[in-house]
């Protein structure tokens, strides 16, 4: 039974996990006005069932859980299931852990948050993974980037960049997931086939030179430098319509 909400809304479920039932209701509450529905469970055991269960489109999980932690949760679903998982945190090292390790989440918000922050944080990572909406996709600023994965190129703001075989795979990495902190490790991981010969100073090395070629063409530069964290490129990419030539 559904309201006036498009069958693709309303068939968005998110799975909570969070063992305090206040912070646990204030996310349903955000989530509902956006049109979510959601299903809430306290224990780390009782999300995995849920989740192997199936149905969700996303889920939502609290690092510190009584039972089993958060980020055994992940790794355990990991095995299972591509459903993506944003992390809630209320501690700053345990950020650097979900950064630093390949735990495999999406995303994380650190406690306490808005929760206008997680929506559009959900927003994202659900737009991310659907297909475009042509007209309507209104929340997306659009994206200055052309990956053209076949041929191994990259546009920025209609011109083809001249890039090396890494560079290549940094800013496709980076491009596909704006926003998204790499560590330095994860982008050797993904990018360098023998990573384990490599040193993470190789891959400052190549962003400083791919930051070059990014100014050359649009005099910008949207590749941010978290400290300690390691690179993302920026959200708010500035829209450029232009076909790249
Ligand atoms: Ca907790």
Request: glycine share 8%; aromatic share 6%; proline share 4%.
């Amino acid at each position: 039974m559904t309201t006036s909400l498009s069958a693709t809304e309303a068939a968005t479920r998110i799975l909570i996990v969070e063992d305090e039932p206040a912070i646990a209701d204030t996310l349903a509450f955000a989530l509902a006005g956006e049109g979510y529905s959601t299903e809430w469970r306290s224990l780390g055991r009782e999300a995995l069932a849920a989740v192997n269960d199936g149905g969700f489109d996303l889920v939502i999980l609290d690092v510190g859980l009584p039972d089993i932690g958060g980020f055994d949760v992940c790794r355990e679903l990991r095995r299972h299931s591509d459903v993506p998982v944003i992390f809630l945190t209320a501690r700053s090292d345990e950020i650097d852990r979900i950064v630093g390790l390949e735990l495999g989440a999406d995303d994380y918000v650190a406690k306490p948050f808005s929760p206008r922050e997680v929506v559009s944080r959900v927003r994202a990572i659900l737009r991310r993974l659907r297909p475009r909406g042509g007209a309507h996709d209104a929340h997306g600023a659009a994206n200055p980037f052309t990956v053209d994965a076949d041929g191994a190129r990259i546009a920025y703001c209609g011109t083809w960049l001249s890039l090396t075989r890494y560079e290549y795979g940094l800013l496709a990495t980076l491009a596909d997931h704006p926003g998204r902190i790499f560590s330095r490790a994860q982008l050797m991981a993904r990018v360098w086939q023998d990573a384990g010969e490599s040193l993470e100073r190789t891959v400052d090395a190549h962003v400083k030179t791919l930051r070059a070629k990014l100014r050359e063409v649009a005099g910008d530069d949207p590749i941010e430098t978290h400290r300690g964290l390691g690179y993302s490129l920026r959200r708010d990419l500035r829209r450029d319509a232009s076909a790249p030539r």
